[in-house]
């Protein structure tokens, strides 16, 4: 059984060879959609403001992590079609909450 090839946007959804096959498609079939998709700069849509930050921007924390954790952290990522930053920042809390 061969496995489906499969793409993670960066907001961390899983896109399907078919999926792709339909969106390529409605994109070509209409040139004016396809020219304009094209001509459009990428926009990032950026994180939605996490609770209790009234508005503000929240801290942003970074850590450095071995290759392998890092690899698992995607694949759990993957499974539960999360970013991996969602998943960092429940583990933190979980962290904090348990070691208080």
Do not use: C
């Given at each position: 059984?061969?496995?489906?090839?499969?793409?993670?946007?960066?907001a961390?959804?899983?896109?399907?060879?078919?999926?792709?096959?339909?969106?390529?498609?409605?994109?070509?079939?209409?040139?004016?959609?396809?020219?304009e998709?094209?001509?459009?700069?990428?926009?990032?849509?950026?994180?939605?403001?996490?609770?209790?930050?009234?508005?503000?921007?929240?801290?942003?924390?970074?850590?450095?992590?071995?290759?392998?954790?890092?690899?698992?952290?995607?694949?759990?990522?993957?499974?539960?079609?999360?970013?991996?930053?969602?998943?960092?920042r429940?583990?933190?809390?979980?962290?904090?909450?348990?070691?208080?």
């Open positions: 059984m061969n496995a489906e090839t499969t793409w993670t946007t960066s961390g959804r899983v896109i399907t060879e078919d999926e792709a096959a339909r969106v390529a498609a409605a994109f070509e079939a209409d040139d004016d959609t396809m020219e998709a094209v001509a459009q700069p990428i926009r990032r849509r950026g994180r939605a403001v996490l609770v209790g930050t009234q508005g503000r921007r929240s801290p942003k924390v970074e850590a450095r992590v071995g290759e392998d954790l890092y690899a698992q952290l995607r694949q759990q990522a993957l499974r539960e079609q999360r970013r991996v930053s969602d998943l960092v429940d583990a933190v809390a979980e962290y904090v909450k348990t070691h208080h």
